[in-house]
């Protein structure tokens, strides 16, 4: 069973930047697409950036040219880069990785969370 854990986040004025991180752990045959959402009060969650795990990467308009997303080698952990942030970009961010098991089963696996702040 793969495990997800965030970290990174954080309060900070607008304009500033934060970088998140996620790390995995547990067996896994592989560890697939990962991601990075996040969900305000009130709001329903979305999709912040994914990243395959040759490296391909998709960015939410509302953060392209501001936000990075990054895997490293072994891809089992994603990171996240936040510059220029602006008080809309506060929420808590979720790690999110679609996982194949052992047994060749894929699921969806969610982190718990970190909460970031950006204060106007």
């Known amino acids: 069973q793969v495990h997800l854990v965030e970290s990174g986040g954080g309060l900070v004025q607008a304009g500033g930047s934060l970088r998140l991180s996620c790390a995995s752990s547990?067996?896994?045959?592989?560890?697939?697409?990962m991601g990075w959402y996040r969900q305000a009060p009130g709001k329903q969650r979305e999709l912040v950036a994914t990243?395959?795990?040759?490296?391909?990467?998709n960015y939410a308009d509302s953060v392209k040219g501001r936000f990075t997303i990054s895997r490293d080698s072994a891809k089992i952990t994603v990171a996240l880069q936040m510059n220029s942030l602006k008080p809309e970009d506060t929420a808590v961010y979720y790690c999110?990785?679609?996982?194949?098991?052992?047994?060749?089963?894929?699921?969806?696996?969610w982190g718990q969370g970190t909460l970031v702040t950006v204060s106007s």
């Open positions: 999110n990785a679609l996982v194949l098991t052992l047994s060749q089963r894929t699921l969806e696996v």
């Open positions: 990243i395959t795990s040759s490296g391909a990467t």
């Open positions: 547990g067996i896994a045959f592989s560890i697939n697409d």
